[in-house]
C-alpha cells in the first residue's frame, strides 16, 4: 500500500476532526501532555532556583534543553521504524516515571543540583522521541481534509495549556512545594498516557529495516530535500517560526522595559498575542475548507512581517497591544496551514523524520536564538530586533510566492502516489 494510500484509509466522510471521537481523544492526551511539560518547567526551574540560586537554575534548564534539540531528528527515525503511536506511548510512559520519581526524591530529600541536571537530561532525551511521535499521529487518525481542521484543534490547545500551565504550576508550588509540583506534572503525563492507549491509528507502514539508524535519518533528510514541495515548505516553516518559537516573548519584556511600559506592558501585549493565536486557531478549527492555502499562507507571513516592523517602532501600549493581536492572529494562521499542508503531503512512512525537522525548527532551536536576543537589543535597541523578525517573515512569504508548486498549494485529499514520487 503506498504511503497516501494508508493516510487516504482514514474515511473522507468521517465527521468533523471536532467531532471525531478518536482525534478528540488524540487532543486531550496532546493537551495533558503540553500541560505538564509547562508544570514540569516551572517545577524544575522553581527547584533548581532554591537549591543552587539563578545560575544554577540556567543549567538545569540547559541540560534538558541541549539533548532535545541535539536529538529531535533520531527521534524521527525511531517513531517511523516502530510507529508513531507505540513510540508516543512508551516514552509518555518513561516520562511520567521520571517525574513521579523525581516528585519522590524532592518530597523525601533535598535534592542537589546534579539530581536535578540528572532528571533535566533523562526528560529530554526522551523528550526528543515523544515530540516528533506524538506530532506524528494525525494523519494516522484523521482523513486528509481534516488535517488543518486538526492543527488549528492543536493550536488552541497550545495556547490552553500556556494560559492554564503557569497558574496551575504557581498554584500547587504554593501548596505543596516543588515535589507537589512534580507529582502535578506526573499525574498529568499519566492522564496523556491513559489517553493515548485509546487513539486508534491507521494500519502501519512496513518500514524496511536499515543497518544503520544513521541510514533512515539520511533517508529522511533526502526525501525532504528532493521532495518538491516539503523541501520549500519546510524551509518556510523554518523561517517564520525562527522569531515566535520564543525569541519574541524575550523581545516583549526588552521592548515593554525600553519603552517604560513595565511588567503590566508586557503581559497586556503577550495576552493580545495569544488571543490573536487562538482565534486564528479557532477559525481554522470551524472552517470547512481552506481555499487557495498556499497563497493564505504567504499573505499571513507578509502580514506577519508588517506587524513586527510596526511593533518595535509603535510609540504608545495600545497600539502595541492591537499589533500583538494582528502578529498573533497571522502567525497563527501560517503555522496551522503550514503545519496541514506538511502533513498532508508527507508520506506516512517518513511522518517521523520530517515532523522532527519541524519541531526541531519551531522549537530544538529556540534556546539557540535568545542570547542573540538580548545583544541585539542592547546594540541596537528592540525595535532592530522586530525589524530583523519582520525581514525573516518577508522572506518566508517571498519564498513561499516564488516557488510556484507552494504557491499553488491546496488543502484536499491527496492522489495516490507513484513509487517515484515517494521517493523524492
Known sequence: MSGHGIAASVSASAPPAYRDVNVLRWLVAYTASITGDVVYFLALSWAAVRVGGPSQAGLVVAAGAV??????????????????????????????????????????????????????LIFGVVDAVFMPAVGALP???????????????????????????????????????AAGAFTAAGILFALSLATLLTVRTAPSVEVPRRASAWRELGDGVRYVRRHRMLAPLVTVIGLSEMCFSGPVATGLVLLADERGWGASGMGWIASAFSVGAAASALLLTVAARIPRAGLVLSGASFVTAGGAVALGHVPSLPAAVVLGSLIGLTSGLTT?????????????????????????????????????????????????????????????????????????????????????????
Open 67 to 120: 539533548p532535545r534539540a541535539v536529538l529531535m531528528l533520531g527521534g524521527g527515525v525511531v517513531a517511523d521504524r516502530f510507529g508513531p503511536r507505540r513510540v508516543a506511548v512508551v516514552s509518555d510512559a518513561v516520562r511520567c516515571g521520571v517525574i513521579l520519581g523525581a516528585a519522590a526524591v524532592v518530597a523525601l530529600a533535598s535534592p542537589s543540583v546534579w539530581l536535578l541536571v540528572m532528571v533535566a
Open 139 to 177: 494523519p494516522l487518525i484523521a482523513a486528509p481534509a481534516q488535517l488543518a481542521r486538526v492543527q488549528g484543534m492543536r493550536g488552541l490547545s497550545i495556547r490552553l495549556s500556556n494560559a492554564a500551565g503557569p497558574l496551575a504550576a504557581a498554584a500547587v508550588l504554593v501548596a505543596a512545594g
Open 336 to 424: 496551522t496551514v503550514s503545519g496541514a499542508l506538511l502533513q498532508t503531503e508527507t508520506d506516512p512512512r517518513y511522518l517521523g523524520r520530517v515532523t522532527s525537522v519541524t519541531t526541531l525548527c519551531t522549537l530544538g532551536l529556540a534556546p539557540v536564538f535568545f542570547p542573540a536576543v538580548g545583544v541585539t537589543v542592547a546594540l541596537w535597541g528592540a525595535d532592530a530586533f522586530f525589524l530583523g523578525c519582520g525581514a525573516v517573515c518577508l522572506l518566508a512569504a517571498g519564498l513561499g510566492l516564488a516557488v510556484p508548486v507552494l504557491r499553488r498549494a491546496e488543502l484536499h485529499a491527496p492522489k495516490p502516489m507513484s513509487p517515484t514520487a515517494a521517493d523524492g
